[in-house]
């Protein structure tokens, strides 16, 4: 009998390079698609005519997407197939740089960056992948990889942006031309490299927990990009607070009451997840402010502001930007071997209550973080 079993898992474990190298260019769009438009948002400024603080929700929009769709998106995988998941979300990422690459005014580009988001689910999902197709004694290292090229496409768009938006007439369409191209490569090798999906849980996709989860983040982060056009103390800005205030404890009441819902909140408030969610938040805020501050810093003509390093394009992505998104993605020490029961403990979410039985099985999950190297 262990020789009949072990036989398939040899057959599927015969293709693991080309599936973490498959899962690995997906990860690495994905990273890709937060640091793009950093070093360009003054070129995106000045050419569609708008303010800095209206061009802010391109990056904006794409962390607000990613925090509603990546759980979304996970819990979708586990329950109808984690590679038809996989597929159509980087068939919505290769939409939304279309989109952003033809786009004549501000709203469609924030279009095409909210369907960029929605790709970030990609880098749990390729991690339950791994999960299901990698052998154990293979895993760390090749969960190791498929996280260590975050950094790698980091600095990667951070430097092609620079040379596609460099001297005379630059367009910053370019780049996204460039985001369409990679996401598509990185679409082809999901479709012909990465095996079907062996395990489903089935289920209900809690789709009113992630609605009332992206109203309650939109209004949050409204007011916090305008609040020094409309005034700190208006009415649109306390309103937007307190509507935030409001759809948040909603969004708490529609998990509570759900069989399936989005987000555990009783692991989601157990300690350890909660600062480190918390913790997550903060390094997340920090590394962007950076990211944009730095920016708009060094790109400002200094005989005309009285600061600023009159850095170009290219200069400011590679001279100011790159290091910051190296050092800050760069990989800790590939985590130990899977505990012998069969997997990493489950942090933010549990299994739908329908598959609680099958639980001893150990079947992978992208709807749960798991500890795995950053």
């Known amino acids: 009998?262990?020789?009949?079993?072990?036989?398939?898992?040899?057959?599927?474990?015969?293709?693991?390079?080309?599936?973490?190298?498959?899962?690995?260019?997906?990860?690495?769009?994905?990273?890709?698609?937060?640091?793009?438009?950093?070093?360009?948002?003054?070129?995106?400024?000045?050419?569609?005519?708008?303010?800095?603080?209206?061009?802010?929700?391109?990056?904006?929009?794409?962390?607000?997407?990613?925090?509603?769709?990546?759980?979304?998106?996970?819990?979708?995988?586990?329950?109808?197939?984690?590679?038809?998941?996989?597929?159509?979300?980087?068939?919505?990422?290769?939409?939304?740089?279309?989109?952003a690459a033809l786009a004549s005014s501000l709203p469609l580009l924030i279009l095409g960056r909210v369907l960029q988001g929605a790709a970030t689910a990609i880098f749990p999902l390729a991690l339950s992948?791994?999960?299901?197709?990698?052998?154990?004694?293979?895993?760390?290292?090749?969960?190791?990889?498929?996280?260590?090229?975050?950094?790698?496409?980091?600095?990667?768009?951070?430097?092609?942006?620079?040379?596609?938006?460099?001297?005379?007439?630059?367009?910053?369409?370019?780049?996204?031309w460039m985001a369409t191209g990679f996401a598509t490569l990185a679409l082809l090798a999901v479709v012909f490299l990465v095996p079907a999906t062996r395990h489903k849980t089935g289920g209900r996709t809690d789709f009113l927990g992630a609605l009332t989860l992206g109203i309650a983040l939109l209004l949050l982060l409204l007011?916090?990009?305008?609040?020094?056009?409309?005034?700190?103390?208006?009415?649109?800005t306390l309103g937007s607070f307190a509507g935030a205030a409001v759809m948040t404890a909603v969004w708490v009441l529609v998990e509570g009451k759900v069989a399936e819902p989005l987000v555990d909140m009783k692991m989601f408030v157990h300690r350890p997840v909660l600062m480190a969610n918390l913790a997550g938040i903060l390094v997340g805020f920090g590394m962007f402010a950076n990211f944009l501050g730095v920016s708009y810093l060094v790109q400002m003509p200094q005989k005309l502001t009285g600061y600023g390093f009159d850095a170009s394009i290219l200069r400011a992505s590679v001279q100011f930007l790159l290091p910051g998104a190296i050092v800050s993605r760069s990989p800790s020490p590939p985590p130990s071997a899977p505990p012998a029961s069969?997997?990493?403990?489950?942090?933010?979410?549990?299994?739908?209550?329908?598959?609680?039985?099958?639980?001893?099985?150990?079947?992978?999950?992208?709807?749960?973080?798991?500890?795995?190297?950053?």
């Open 1 to 99: 009998m262990s020789s009949a079993a072990s036989a398939p898992a040899e057959g599927r474990n015969g293709n693991e390079t080309v599936i973490v190298f498959a899962l690995s260019l997906a990860a690495m769009v994905v990273s890709m698609m937060q640091t793009l438009p950093v070093p360009i948002l003054g070129l995106i400024r000045n050419d569609l005519g708008t303010s800095t603080a209206n061009v802010s929700w391109v990056t904006t929009a794409t962390l607000l997407s990613a925090a509603v769709f990546t759980p979304l998106l996970g819990r979708f995988g586990d329950q109808h197939g984690k590679k038809p998941t996989l597929v159509a979300v980087l068939g919505v990422m290769v939409a939304g740089s279309v989109v």
């Open 129 to 176: 992948v791994l999960r299901e197709e990698v052998r154990p004694q293979k895993l760390p290292g090749a969960m190791a990889l498929v996280s260590g090229t975050l950094a790698f496409g980091s600095g990667l768009a951070l430097v092609a942006t620079g040379l596609l938006t460099s001297g005379e007439g630059a367009d910053y369409r370019n780049a996204f």
């Open 342 to 374: 069969g997997g990493w403990p489950s942090t933010t979410a549990t299994p739908p209550r329908s598959s609680a039985r099958a639980s001893s099985s150990a079947r992978p999950s992208a709807s749960a973080t798991r500890p795995c190297p950053p």
């Open 223 to 236: 007011p916090i990009s305008q609040g020094h056009e409309w005034g700190w103390s208006s009415a649109r």
